[in-house]
């Protein structure tokens, strides 16, 4: 196409998308500067929910952030946990019993797919479909949650993860549970996608939108969904292979462009994934103890637990990407420094590249497509 | 039709109730007072009853969108206030009310003011020539349908003056999206009303229900083979023109928040939902009007026909809120100038072609005619078609 020179004199408009916006998933704020509605500039500014996250860790007991962990990622308390627990573990050298390793397993992947339901769902809802996905969406999610209220008491905050293994044990009850919402969940992917990735008003707003390539993907260090839409296979599950998961059959999906469109659709194919996982971890659960016993004293006195002096990093692949926990210990009970890698910050830095010469609507879903959320950005 | 005489009559009776009744209130009057008062008494009755009419069916439209758009999303939609949520309506009336009035510091404050109240004006306008049923047309103009799009058109100045004078970007943005759309969407939609005026050889309202009769009163044209395509181009039009998903850019609410009408609040906001309403009713209705026969249809009364097509169609509409997601601007005004607009042109040469072979050729013709033009059209645009993808499973 031949471009058509522009003759006339025009003007760029300055709009501040946020800190009080729907479509920003929080209090998140853009400044664009637009030319008509393509946009020249962008530029996210950060730091409405900081709340000292990681000064307030350094000043209580290792055992009391694991609540503190709940709230950075508030849709997917439970891989926080994890992260923490794994870190400390590293940090401290506690073993964990086969059991609560499994458990661990299953909730996570649990929280893999609540977060990619909920994440679809509001991709949708700024692509403009009137909350129906969205709807959908939850209906599952609530199925999720109520598995995690029962056997955290919380349906959000959970702080179900312990130094050791977890906090209580599951039943067969909430075992068999587990295993029919695993069973149906396939049922409602395929109602989904029916719905959604076949419409053809989708693929036009998605595809060829945001493209984010595979080196500059790289570069800025991208992990999780965002950087395997763009084509790269690294997925720490398989590349660390923490906890149990070199025992488990499962596939990564890869996409081909890196657009919205991918990343879209590499989130329902690894909730297929993530499915095949919780089956094999459902039907192999061994019985045993789903705690460390050694680690019983120091949950009654959280004073007493004093790392040895040194450093570690525990990582894992949350739904997000690569949620990794640094911590110091001096031989006190406090960390001397603690530290979130969080996804959400970091997958957030290539929003400028991929936002320019898009329109305004494009941006909004590239936003939802990388999927943040504030609580973990800010800390 | 054959129906048996006395069921023939008590259907006339119902089909006519409402016309008896305004005969019978002229009648009373005539021996009360002077002739010239009858006269504008006829002309008070018909106004008022579309003054009321057009608010009541805004009201119980938001009413209809809500339960429905509620079952589609797995719940109930309102049903607190009143049985199954019917006063609701008149709940929301009272709190917009009752609602601070906010009159944004900088804006112009006469055309920020202004612009609720334009913008209600043509919508209720345009009811006068809304053929409710036999004899039910307000006013019976003889260039009724050229009247409905005049005014119609209208509707883009109050939206560019209150986006323009509530001085918000937001606003801004989306009257320019507004102007840029609803004049684009008004070309095809003009043009696809065409075929029907060639064949029913009127502008009047009334004139093109009656030419739809035929035998058993279903002689519509949307059985025609120019019909169904302009059916399908003047409701997709009309969709676009009302501002309703999946082309409601001017108002994208997670985009630009509520586009023309983020500053307004109160009645002022109500009045812009009620316009929009108003517009989404009789713009269903005049489709029904000119391609589903309007009043026209066996065994019923008139009035129920239209009113059941108009419902049908709003149905329809609400439908696609509760489905698709949005339209981005330029695959908007694509959709508008590269496909629609050269298929109404097509559809007119269908139209003139058909008028003169047998309706059998006529088919077949306009078949092969419409295939081919809709896979040269959809070929053209293939930038803005959608790719299949290859996903990969990596170990």
């Not at chain 1, 809802?125 to 599952?140: H, K």
């Not at chain 1, 939802?368 to 504030?374: A, Q, T, Y």
């Not at chain 2, 009047?204 to 019909?227: A, E, H, R």
């Not at chain 2, 496909?339 to 050729?361: D, Q």
Request: glycine fraction near 6%; proline fraction near 5%.
């Amino acid at each position: 196409m031949t471009q058509v020179e522009n003759r006339h004199p025009s003007e760029t408009l300055e709009i501040n998308f946020g800190p009080q916006h729907p479509s920003t998933h929080g209090v998140f704020r853009m400044q664009m500067l637009l030319d008509g509605e393509k946009i020249c500039s962008l530029k996210p500014v950060l730091g409405y929910l900081h709340r000292n996250h990681e000064q307030i860790a350094e000043n209580i007991t290792y055992a009391a952030s694991m609540a503190y962990t709940d709230r950075l990622d508030y849709l997917n308390a439970m891989t926080n946990n994890f992260a923490y627990a794994i870190a400390v573990e590293k940090l401290a050298g506690i073993e964990v019993p086969e059991r609560a390793e499994y458990i661990r397993v299953i909730m996570a992947e649990l929280a893999r797919l609540v977060n990619h339901i909920t994440v679809i769902g509001f991709l949708l809802n700024d692509m403009g479909a009137f909350f129906t996905p969205l709807l959908y969406a939850f209906r599952e999610r609530e199925k999720i949650l109520d598995i995690f209220e029962e056997v955290s008491g919380s349906r959000m905050m959970c702080n179900y993860f312990r130094f050791g293994g977890v906090k209580r044990d599951l039943t067969t009850e909430n075992l068999t549970a587990i295993m029919q919402i695993v069973r149906r969940f396939p049922a409602f992917l395929e109602e989904f996608e029916a719905l959604l990735t076949k419409n053809e008003i989708l693929c036009m707003r998605c595809q060829n939108v945001g493209i984010l390539p595979a080196n500059l993907a790289v570069n800025s260090s991208i992990t999780g969904p965002v950087l395997r839409a763009s084509g790269v296979n690294y997925d720490i599950r398989k590349v660390d292979g923490y906890s149990i998961y070199k025992r488990f059959d499962f596939r990564i999906p890869l996409g081909e462009k890196g657009d919205v469109y991918d990343r879209y659709f590499v989130r329902i194919l690894e909730m297929r994934e993530s499915l095949k996982i919780l089956y094999q971890a459902l039907n192999k659960i061994p019985q045993g103890e789903f705690l460390n016993k050694k680690t019983l004293p120091f949950l009654k006195m959280p004073r007493n637990f004093k790392p040895a002096v040194g450093e570690a990093y525990g990582r894992i692949e949350s739904p997000k990407g690569e949620l990794g926990f640094y911590l110091v210990s001096d031989g006190t009970p406090q960390p001397w420094r603690y530290h979130v890698r969080a996804p959400s910050l970091i997958n957030l830095t290539v929003l400028e590249d991929i936002c320019i010469g898009q329109k305004v609507a494009d941006a909004i879903i590239i936003l939802g497509s990388i999927d943040i959320v504030l609580g973990e950005t800010d800390r | 039709m054959n129906m048996p005489p006395l069921l023939r009559d008590i259907e006339f009776a119902v089909d006519l109730s409402f016309v008896n009744a305004k005969g019978w209130i002229l009648d009373l009057l005539s021996h009360i007072v002077p002739d010239w008062v009858v006269v504008f008494a006829s002309i008070v009755i018909s106004g008022v009853a579309i003054l009321v009419l057009g608010p009541v069916i805004m009201m119980y439209l938001t009413l209809l969108e809500r339960k429905l758009i509620g079952r589609i999303q797995n719940r109930y939609g309102p049903n607190r206030v009143g049985i199954w949520g019917l006063l609701q309506p008149i709940a929301d009336g009272i709190k917009m009310f009752t609602k601070e009035d906010i009159v944004p510091v900088y804006a112009d404050k006469v055309i920020h003011c202004l612009a609720p109240i334009v913008i209600v004006i043509p919508a209720l306008m345009v009811f006068l020539v809304v053929p409710f049923g036999e004899r039910m047309t307000a006013v019976n103009l003889n260039i009724g349908l050229l009247y409905f799009i005049a005014v119609s058109s209208i509707t883009t100045i109050p939206i560019f003056m209150g986006s323009w004078g509530s001085r918000n970007k937001y606003s801004l943005l989306g009257g320019m999206r507004t102007a840029a759309q609803m004049i684009s969407y008004e070309v095809p939609m003009t043009l696809s009303v065409v075929p029907v005026i060639m064949m029913s050889q009127s502008l009047s309202t009334n004139k093109i229900v009656l030419s739809q009769s035929g035998s058993y009163d279903m002689n519509w044209f949307i059985f025609t083979p120019w019909g169904i395509v302009g059916f399908i181009i003047f409701f997709l039009c009309a969709v676009a023109e009302c501002n309703r998903p999946p082309f409601d850019l001017p108002e994208a609410e997670s985009e630009i928040i509520a586009g023309f009408h983020t500053e307004y609040s109160g009645m002022k906001f109500a009045l812009f939902y009620m316009a929009e309403y108003m517009n989404a009713f009789t713009l269903c209705g005049i489709a029904a009007t000119l391609f589903l026969g309007g009043w026209q249809g066996p065994f019923l009364p008139s009035w129920i026909w239209f009113l059941g097509k108009t419902f049908v169609l709003i149905c329809v509409m609400i439908w696609f809120r509760g489905t698709f997601p949005r339209f981005r601007v330029d695959q908007l005004m694509g959709f508008a100038w590269k496909f629609l607009l050269p298929l109404t042109l097509i559809n007119i040469l269908v139209a003139g072609l058909c008028h003169f072979i047998s309706e059998k050729t006529g088919w077949i013709y306009s078949f092969i005619i419409f295939s081919i033009s809709f896979w040269v059209l959809v070929r053209l645009n293939r930038p803005w078609m959608p790719e299949k993808r290859h996903y990969p499973l990596a170990n």
